[in-house]
């Protein structure tokens, strides 16, 4: 039977924006149910470092630099006493070379030198990390430690908008709207559904509506 009112409409459509993000949670679920980060690494220092580079460029190009970077400089220690055109050298193809060396030599020594090498989960302690907001802390909580955290990057901003889910533009303010809409232990595979759903069949250009999902109730369907 078809749930009427409350909820979902007369068609069994998800009637408001948390109903919405429940339903393609749900729905997103069973069509990636493997859906992990694509950023490879070993522990929470190397996603700490792997997403810092990881900005303006692609998950394959990052991985394709990380394992001559954490060869080299394996912990923060290493990193922290790292000459720094050395690591402009190793991670130059990755864009923005001399600012992300500057932001994971100052991530190290500050890892160092705060938390004596620990990656620290509170958010506040990982924003005061050089090169780290809320984005970067929450991929590392939600990823490499377990704790709740909803990155929000440019196809989580996108589909949240197309999903009626929440009119904000700032990605600070799209994470507040949408954490309260999902339970706190499905936040950051929530995030990463997202994405892979926004690369593989919801990009910025050409959506392909038709092989949705998430068409028959996405405000944005053109089917």
């Known amino acids: 039977m078809v749930p009427v009112g409350g909820t979902f409409d007369g068609m069994g ?3 408001t924006p948390a109903g919405r993000a429940r339903e393609a949670n749900r729905r997103l ?5 493997d859906a992990e980060c694509e950023l490879t690494h070993r522990n929470p220092f190397e996603l700490l470092a792997a997403t810092i580079l990881s900005a303006q460029c692609t998950d394959k190009r990052v991985n394709m630099v990380t394992p001559v970077l954490f060869e080299r400089y394996p912990t923060p220690w290493d990193l922290a006493e790292a000459s720094p055109a ?3 050298g190793i991670v130059h193809s990755t864009g923005f070379y001399a600012n992300k060396t500057r932001s994971l030599l100052g991530m190290a020594q500050r890892l160092v030198e705060a938390f004596e090498g620990e990656v620290p989960g509170d958010m506040a302690d990982l924003t005061s990390l050089p090169g780290v907001g809320r984005k970067t802390a929450n991929v590392v909580r939600s990823v490499a430690l377990d704790l709740p955290g909803l990155p929000v ?3 989580v901003g996108r589909l949240s ?3 009626g889910l929440t009119e904000a533009t700032d990605p600070v303010k799209v994470e507040y709207e ?3 809409m999902v339970a706190a232990h499905d936040r950051g595979d929530f995030s990463m559904r997202l994405i892979l759903h926004g690369r593989r069949v919801c990009p910025s250009r050409k959506p392909r509506c038709g092989e949705c999902v998430l068409n028959d109730f996405c405000p944005a369907s053109e089917v």
């Open 86 to 88: 050395d690591v402009e």
């Open 161 to 163: 908008r197309r999903l």
């Open 153 to 155: 990057d440019t196809h």
């Open 29 to 33: 679920t069973d069509e990636y149910p």
């Open 178 to 180: 949408l954490n309260p």
């Open 13 to 15: 459509r998800p009637r």
